[in-house]
Nanobody, 115 residues
Framework: QVQLVESGGGLVQPGGSLRISCQAS????????MGWYRQAPGNQRELVAS???????DFADSVKDRFTISRDGPSNTVTLQMNTLKSEDTAIYYC?????????WGQGTQVTVSS
């Protein structure tokens, strides 16, 4: 069974930066893609950023030019660097990994942007 363990998150002021990481229990190159969804209260879960096995990255329009996603093979980790954070970025962020139609999920980590 694949396990995804998230770390990071917390409280940050608007305009600040935060980094969240997701470590997989297996070789991340077995996944078609990995990345992050987020869900704010009352909202649907939305895809924030992803990186596929070939290294291509995709971002939601709302975070382009502010967020970056990277991976480290030896540690089986994917990291989301979030800069110039806004209050609307406040949400629970969920790491995911996909193999064909199967999604694996982390437990979620809270990101709160507030002064």
């Amino acid at each position: 069974q694949v396990q995804l363990v998230e770390s990071g998150g917390g409280l940050v002021q608007p305009g600040g930066s935060l980094r969240i990481s997701c470590q997989a229990s297996t070789n991340i190159f077995m996944f078609n893609d990995m990345g992050w969804y987020r869900q704010a209260p009352g909202n649907q879960r939305e895809l924030v950023a992803s990186i596929n096995v070939g290294g291509r990255t995709d971002f939601a329009d709302s975070v382009k030019d502010r967020f970056t996603i990277s991976r480290d093979g030896p540690s089986n980790t994917v990291t989301l660097q979030m800069n110039t954070l806004k209050s609307e970025d406040t949400a629970i962020y969920y790491c995911y990994a996909r193999v064909l139609r199967t999604h694996y999920w982390g437990q979620g980590t809270q990101v709160t942007v507030s002064s």
